[in-house]
């Protein structure tokens, strides 16, 4: 991965060529990416990571990308993209019944991809046209600028805390992991980093930090931010 702060993609292929080129085409074009071989690997990666958007091959040994599509769809809400040299009507819409939020038939156009991609990202509230703020009560939080306001006075972060708190708004009302929230803020897997944070944000969004209305725990998962 790289450390833009960009929509965080996994790219599940067993086709280790292209997995590799579209990591680095994507990573070129500003998005973080993670790659699994095939469903076993991409389910134990979505065990410890969240993700803005999955793009699958629906062709792959064991589990085939569709079947791995309507069981995730059933259990999160996160946009798929299915690619797949079966470019037959049928194929597209058993996708699209399964889930699939869009469909792409090998060869494609690199731009075509880039397009469709930042396309359901968008629709999804993740991409760059997605909101800008968020309020917290008296708080305003900039996703774009990563600068957190009360008022119109500013609120002084912590490169930790901005980070942090980025990683929580832009997967704002769903629980996030600890292991996620250190994988995605950079805090090299330090759990109780994560922590130390979420009580320093506390103090600074909230009006009672010991019964937080905003930046809640999630016992056994993690924490979730709740905008107004």
Request: net charge neutral; aromatic share 4%.
């Amino acid at each position: 991965m790289t450390g833009t702060d960009g929509p965080h993609l996994l790219v599940v292929d067993d086709d280790e060529r292209l997995r590799a080129l579209l990591r680095r085409y994507l990573l070129e074009n500003g998005f973080r990416v993670t790659v699994a071989a095939g469903a076993a690997e991409a389910r134990a990666t979505l065990k410890s990571l969240d993700f803005d958007l999955l793009i699958l091959d629906v062709m792959m040994p064991g589990e085939s990308g569709f079947e791995l599509t309507a069981s995730l769809k059933s259990e999160r809400r996160v946009p798929i993209l299915l690619l797949t040299a079966m470019a037959e009507a049928e194929h597209r819409i058993r996708g699209l019944e399964e889930g699939a939020d869009d469909y792409l038939s090998k060869p494609f156009e690199a731009r075509e991809l880039l397009l469709r991609i930042r396309n359901l990202l968008a629709r999804s509230g993740a991409g760059p046209h997605g909101p800008r703020e968020l309020r917290l009560g008296a708080c305003r939080f900039d996703l774009k600028r990563g600068e957190l306001s009360r008022g119109e006075e500013p609120v002084h972060l912590t490169a930790a805390e901005a980070a942090l708190l980025a990683a929580l708004a832009r997967r704002a009302g769903e629980p996030i992991s600890r292991e996620a929230l250190a994988e995605q803020a950079q805090f090299s897997g330090n759990l109780r980093t994560v922590d130390v944070q979420v009580t320093r944000l506390r103090r600074k969004i909230e009006r009672d930090p010991k019964f937080p209305r905003y930046l809640q725990t999630v016992r056994g998962t993690g924490y979730v931010l709740k905008p107004d």
